[in-house]
């Protein structure tokens, strides 16, 4: 058994694995969601929450501890006026992992990771290009007619 192993070291080194952290966390609240491998998603999910529960209390001391972790200035202002608010009346479990299956090259179980909120934008641009692909129509209609009343003048 693995007794007393605090974290999963992703077989790299501290620097690498620090890295890695930073780029995905950041990554996760840039595009609040992520596709990556199991083993990698769970250790960023412990991350990216305790930097959401540090965001709900908006103090300068809370902001420089967060920003240590991140890479981009802007996703801490992201995490700290967009992303905290919609958590505030969350106790914890931000995160949400859904499996996706393996992937083909060495079978390694792929996830997503995206925060609980998110919302697909697909639905939108759907019904955009809806709406795009009617007003032609419409306008052809009208072309029609304007033809037709110009051939009965003549």
Do not use: Q
Not at 38 to 65: G, Q, Y
Not at 82 to 107: F, H, Q, V
Request: without cysteine; glycine residues 4%.
């Amino acid at each position: 058994m693995k007794h007393k192993i605090g974290f999963n070291r992703l077989e790299r080194t501290a620097a690498h694995r620090k890295a890695l952290h930073r780029n995905m966390v950041t990554a996760l609240f840039k595009y609040e969601r992520i596709t990556t491998t199991k083993a990698k998603a769970l250790e960023i999910r412990r991350s990216a929450e305790k930097l959401i529960t540090r965001a709900k209390e908006d103090t300068v001391h809370n902001r420089r501890l967060v920003a240590r972790r991140l890479f981009d200035e802007s996703m801490v202002t992201k995490l700290f006026t967009n992303i905290a608010l919609r958590m505030k009346d969350r106790p914890g479990g931000y995160t949400r992992i859904l499996k996706l299956g393996e992937r083909s090259g060495d079978a390694a179980e792929m996830v997503i990771l995206e925060l609980v909120d998110y919302k697909l934008p697909e639905k939108e641009e759907k019904s955009e290009k809806k709406a795009k692909k009617e007003e032609p129509k419409k306008e052809t209609k009208k072309a029609a007619k304007s033809k037709a009343e110009k051939a009965e003048a003549k």
